[in-house]
């Protein structure tokens, strides 16, 4: 139902799953392994899947740059340089979904807490449906600055995302596997 008339495809966004982001992140690994699950049934649905990659404050090649070596890009699938919370600032995100003819968006990743939540308003507020696969995003504990635990951060952020709600678009939280791809 986006604001796209055009566009009525899906797309897996995976944010910043990158060595570094996700090195101390919970459950980092049960959180990699559905991610490879989604990744996989969207290539088998022909649904584009798009990386999107922190710059890391001009850490581009280093290693810990690098995405986590379960989750690599084949042929044909965008990554997005970004240096930005918002995946969608200053980058080229919305023409590679433009391109894709995609309207509807199916998010996880890292940081929880950051670059998920700012991208998922900014694809939002740019018209898209947005859906958070609740059990496929993860941050890491900075309790030592203020913030809530990180299992209760990744709750909190599934509760209210299950009610946001703007005209024409639709905002939905979905565990890994009952996320059904529909190219």
């Known amino acids: 139902m986006s604001l796209f008339?055009?566009?009525?495809?899906t797309a897996l966004v995976v944010i910043d799953m990158q060595r570094d982001v996700v090195a101390s992140a919970v459950?980092?690994?049960?959180?990699?392994?559905?991610?490879?699950?989604?990744?996989?049934?969207?290539?088998?649905?022909?649904?584009?899947?798009?990386?999107?990659q922190d710059t890391l404050d001009g850490r581009v090649g280093e290693d810990g740059w690098r995405l986590v070596p379960e989750l690599v890009?084949?042929?044909?699938?965008?990554?997005?340089a970004?240096?930005?919370?918002?995946?969608?600032?200053?980058?080229?995100?919305e023409d590679v979904l433009a391109g894709a003819g995609a309207g509807s968006l199916a998010v996880c990743g890292a940081q929880?807490?950051?670059?998920?939540?700012?991208t998922l308003h900014g694809a939002f507020v740019r018209g898209y449906d947005v859906t958070l696969v609740a059990d496929a995003?993860?941050?890491?504990d900075l309790t030592a600055y203020g913030a809530p635990p990180p299992a209760q951060v990744i709750a909190h952020t599934n509760l209210y995302?299950?009610?946001q709600s703007a005209p024409g678009r639709t905002a939905r939280v979905v565990e890994a596997a009952a996320l059904a791809f529909d190219a």
């Open 5 to 9: 008339r055009d566009r009525d495809g």
């Open 27 to 52: 459950d980092r690994d049960g959180v990699i392994a559905r991610i490879c699950d989604l990744v996989a049934r969207a290539r088998a649905a022909d649904v584009p899947v798009v990386w999107v």
């Open 161 to 163: 995302w299950r009610y």
């Open 73 to 80: 890009p084949v042929d044909g699938e965008q990554v997005v």
């Open 112 to 118: 929880t807490d950051a670059c998920v939540r700012s």
């Open 82 to 93: 970004k240096e930005h919370g918002d995946a969608f600032e200053g980058t080229a995100l």
């Open 137 to 140: 995003h993860t941050t890491e």
